[in-house]
């Protein structure tokens, strides 16, 4: 089962792909926290493209490809996360897939409303730890300030800055309509919306596609 999540920054796929990952041993490949590691080890990849992330401004096409040929491994059950972000990225992956016998089940299409998307990171937190993501209102840390899993202090994500948040923001609507259009012309597309609580989101990615409920997928 080797399913993709896109859509714009807040709208939940990290929090989704860990769901699955939960609920069914999916793996998660996840571009941006790959960079964000990167980033936080500080290996000359992470010192490159530390500027862009932080900034919430797109790795150039070329790298990541190589980055995704690289790291991507033939895996069973996979969750795509932040890759492909263009057409360029797409048609990479498509020949990447083909390269390890691997085919798509699915492309979900995540939306909500610009406001909650804006709500959602003004309000994430992440462990500076072990980077499980935290929201102060709807997925709050027992103690404040602090990871329930690792105990290390909760930042805020570099990128989250409310000085980069609307640039963000509008430069996924610009990138993502052709790529939307490519995967609805493969008939992979599938909508979800994601301004509903986390669960019923679940509830939809699960119902978009039937492997779901197998237990050999
Ligand atoms: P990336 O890590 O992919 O960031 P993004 O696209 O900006 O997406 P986010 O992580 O912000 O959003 P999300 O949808 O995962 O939201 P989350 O689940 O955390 O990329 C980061 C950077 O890396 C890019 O800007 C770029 O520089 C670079 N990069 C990565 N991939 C690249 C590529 N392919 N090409 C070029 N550059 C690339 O949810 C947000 C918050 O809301 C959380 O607190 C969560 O708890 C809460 N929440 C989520 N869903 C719900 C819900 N339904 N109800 C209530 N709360 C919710």
Request: include cysteine.
């Amino acid at each position: 089962m080797l399913m993709i999540l896109l859509g714009p920054p807040g709208v939940g796929k990290g929090a989704i792909a860990r769901k699955l990952k939960e609920a069914y041993a999916f793996e998660i490949f996840s571009t941006g926290e790959l960079l964000r590691q990167e980033i936080r080890d500080n290996t000359p990849l992470g010192q490159m493209v530390k500027p862009l992330v932080t900034q919430g401004k797109l790795v150039p096409d070329d790298l990541m490809i190589n980055l995704v040929k690289e790291r991507l491994m033939a895996r069973r059950n996979l969750v795509l996360e932040g890759f492909p972000r263009n057409v360029a990225q797409a048609e990479a992956l498509q020949g990447i897939l083909e390269d390890h016998g691997l085919t798509l089940d699915g492309v979900l299409n995540f939306s909500a409303p610009e406001a909650v998307l804006k709500d959602r990171i003004r309000q994430r937190r992440i462990c500076t730890g072990c980077s499980a993501v935290y929201h102060l209102v709807n997925c709050p840390p027992a103690v404040e300030g602090v990871c329930n899993h690792c105990g290390s202090p909760l930042s805020k994500r570099a990128d989250d800055d409310e000085v980069f948040l609307q640039a963000r923001l509008d430069r996924y609507l610009t990138s993502s309509a052709p790529l939307l259009n490519y995967y609805r012309e493969t008939g992979l597309l599938k909508e979800i919306d994601a301004e509903v609580p986390l669960l019923d989101v679940y509830y939809q990615v699960l119902a978009s596609n039937v492997k779901f409920t197998q237990e050999s997928f």
